[in-house]
T-cell receptor, first 113, second 112 residues
């Protein structure tokens, strides 16, 4: 079956612009996670969805970051007024009800110029 | 101090060698995960374990809950094992059973 997919695979944007990143989880996976991997830094948690609700948003770095999930499936991570420090690979993962093995998407590489 | 610490940070081995990567964590967890990230970025989950030992092919993962320590072993290493290996935990005392907290990774290079 299909794995986790993300789009776009690469995004270059100018500082100050808004961007939307999309994640399609594995069908049937109720849990969805967004993570970020910055150059020279490790992976960090951003937000967790269970169904359409987000019980844990503790990793979102500022109020410029938001995410939603509709229909218990697709999720969109939105970054408003992008800054250069937002440049990173944004990874999505999905799983059955936690704690279960997480399946990662290929990521979206965001470059803010 | 990071919640999850890995050692070594970098490791070079010759083909055929037995490899061990260590992970220590400082908080209560519900599960520990070993992940593999190849150049190019894709992350693959190797193991999720909460006790004992798991084996998959040439890979073995163990965990000691009392000592808050896990090891990933690779037997008969091969150049295709070259990757970054990441330890992660879920369910810290201050978190939920969901999100992962990651170690900084171990970069492994296996040469011929």
């Amino acid at each position: 079956g299909a794995g986790v997919s993300q789009s776009p695979s690469n995004k270059v944007t100018e500082k100050g612009k808004d961007v939307e990143l999309r994640c399609d989880p594995i069908s049937g996976h109720t849990a969805l996670y967004w993570y970020r991997q910055s150059l020279g830094q490790g992976l960090e948690f951003l937000i967790y969805f269970q169904g359409n609700s987000a019980p844990d948003k503790s990793g979102l770095p500022s109020d410029r970051f938001s995410a939603e999930r509709t229909g218990g499936s697709v999720s969109t991570l939105t970054i408003q007024r992008t800054q250069q420090e937002d440049s990173a690979v944004y990874l999505c993962a999905s799983s059955l009800v936690p704690p279960y093995e997480q399946y990662f998407g290929p990521g979206t590489r965001l470059t803010v110029t | 101090k990071n919640e999850v610490e890995q050692s070594p940070q970098n490791l070079t081995a010759q083909e055929g060698e037995f490899i061990t990567i260590n992970c220590s964590y400082s908080v209560g967890i519900s599960a520990l995960h070993w992940l593999q990230q190849h150049p190019g970025g894709g992350i693959v989950s190797l193991f999720m374990l909460s006790s004992g030992k798991k084996k998959h092919g040439r890979l073995i993962a163990t965990i000691n809950i009392q000592e808050k320590h896990s090891s990933l072993h690779i037997t008969a290493s091969h150049p295709r094992d070259s990757a970054v290996y990441i330890c992660a935990v879920s369910g810290s005392l201050t978190g939920t059973a969901s999100k992962l907290t990651f170690g900084t990774g171990t970069r492994l290079q296996v040469t011929l």
